[in-house]
């Protein structure tokens, strides 16, 4: 079955920076798109960064822009997220997903605090 699994969320110092990984199973991860979500309490998830499969092409939210990187690397069924110069409002459960075959998945979450 198709599986999500989020690592690498941390606190972190203003400023700082994290890398996000998702690895991905269950499906040929090379042909689907992917994306970065996250959600903070009371608020709904909200879509981050996306990137499509064969010729990588990247969207990123205009809050992270310039700050965050959505990557993959298809021969290790990963997807990652470069977070830098990180800020209080950044502080999030973040999420991967994937829409394979029509039905939506998501990894379980991985929090990040953005803290001092």
């Known amino acids: 079955q198709v599986q999500l699994v989020e690592s690498g969320g941390a606190l972190v110092q203003p400023g700082g920076s994290l890398k996000l990984s998702c690895v991905a199973s269950?499906?040929?991860?090379?042909?689907?798109?992917a994306s970065w979500y996250r959600q903070t309490p009371g608020k709904e998830r909200e879509r981050i960064a996306g990137?499509?499969?064969?010729?990588?092409?990247?969207w990123h939210r205009d809050s992270v822009k310039g700050r965050f990187l959505i990557s993959r690397d298809n021969a290790k069924n990963t997807l990652y997220l470069q977070m830098n110069s990180l800020k209080p409002e950044d502080t999030a459960v973040y999420f991967c997903?994937?829409?394979?075959?029509?039905?939506?998945?998501w990894g379980q979450g991985t929090q990040v605090t953005v803290s001092s």
């Open positions: 990137i499509s499969n064969i010729i990588s092409s990247t």
């Open positions: 269950g499906y040929d991860f090379s042909t689907y798109a």
């Open positions: 997903y994937a829409r394979v075959a029509g039905i939506e998945y």
